[in-house]
């Protein structure tokens, strides 16, 4: 089965508009794949005023446009799109499928060979429907992976099904290791939760919500023992100021006595010269000189008769 041309048809994107008429919100195009602009703005200008008014009223009210709310217009490849999926659900007999060529893609998964490779590039380019057959063992659930990776890599969401429930749970385990995506294992009316296989049931939404508890407590319980841990430093650190008040106290003082001692010696130059000029200081300094002279013969009389 070979996919039409490229021309996804889950929203639209909405081009700048001419400044006289209304503009759309910028998240218009965020519900699956876009328009190309081209095509919207091909569409858009082709339809009557009054219908224009109402696409755009219909983007302000929901945000996006989907395309089943789409206008019909001969030969628009997103109707024929639309068409496919409706006439598949309808079991209407198919228009023939025109074929497209896909564009290589840059592999998450080094080891898948070429043939694999071509298939996942299939399916991520497809606008419609890819058919991947395999025989038992060629690597189909590590092509479904890759295509998953490849399609959150795009920003897109993946609904994943399957006949049976083990063919979910083998995907599942090929994406436990990528950071990047979260599964979401639903479980079906007749399984158990408990029952599942351990990739699969850590990914049940009970599970999550476990998860998240217990996070929430674990960072609840740190942040306790993080507080506490600051009131017992704070505490001790408030003994340890009791004695250090006194001594902060006694430092303060001395510093004061410091500041005025050295205020005294940066006048001390002043002062000896002015005490030169003072005749009082000239005798008593005279006087010291002379008795000094005097004691000294003394004291070497002293000094020698103690050496005999």
């Known amino acids: 089965m070979s996919p039409r041309e490229r021309q996804p048809a889950a929203g639209v994107v909405v081009p700048p508009t001419p400044a006289d008429r ?54 628009n490849a997103a109707d024929r799109s639309h068409a496919l999926f409706k006439s598949l659900l309808q079991g209407s007999t198919l228009e023939p499928l025109i074929e497209f060529h896909a564009e290589p893609i840059e592999p998450i998964d080094v080891e898948l060979d070429a043939s694999q490779r071509a298939a996942v590039g299939m399916a991520i380019h497809s606008p419609d429907v890819g058919l991947i057959r395999g025989l038992p063992g060629t690597g189909k659930s590590r092509v479904v992976a890759e295509v998953i990776r490849q399609s959150v890599c795009r920003g897109q969401r993946v609904l994943m099904a399957a006949p049976c429930a083990d063919a979910l749970d083998v995907v599942i385990e090929r994406l436990v290791d990528d950071p990047h995506i979260l599964a979401l294992r639903c479980v079906g009316l007749d399984e158990r939760a408990d029952q599942l296989g351990a990739a699969a049931a850590a990914r049940t939404f009970g599970s999550y919500r476990r998860q998240v508890t217990e996070d929430c407590v674990r960072h609840a319980q740190m942040s306790v023992q993080r507080t506490e841990a600051a009131i017992a430093r704070a505490r001790a650190d ?28 940066l006048r001390l130059p002043d ?38």
């Open 22 to 75: 209304p503009s759309v919100p910028p998240n218009a195009a965020r519900n699956g794949d876009a328009f190309a602009a081209s095509e919207w703005e091909s569409l858009f200008f082709q339809l009557p005023p009054a219908q224009q008014h109402s696409l755009l009223a219909l983007v302000l009210r929901q945000g996006n446009l989907r395309a089943q709310q789409l206008p019909h217009l001969n030969g």
């Open 238 to 265: 408030l003994t340890v100021l009791d004695r250090l008040a006194p001594l902060a106290e006694r430092a303060h003082q001395l510093a004061a006595t410091r500041r005025e001692l050295d205020g005294r010696l």
């Open 271 to 308: 002062e000896l010269e002015r005490a030169a000029d003072d005749p009082f200081a000239r005798d008593l300094h005279e006087r010291h000189a002379r008795h000094a002279t005097t004691l000294q013969p003394i004291d070497q009389k002293l000094a020698a008769a103690e050496a005999e």
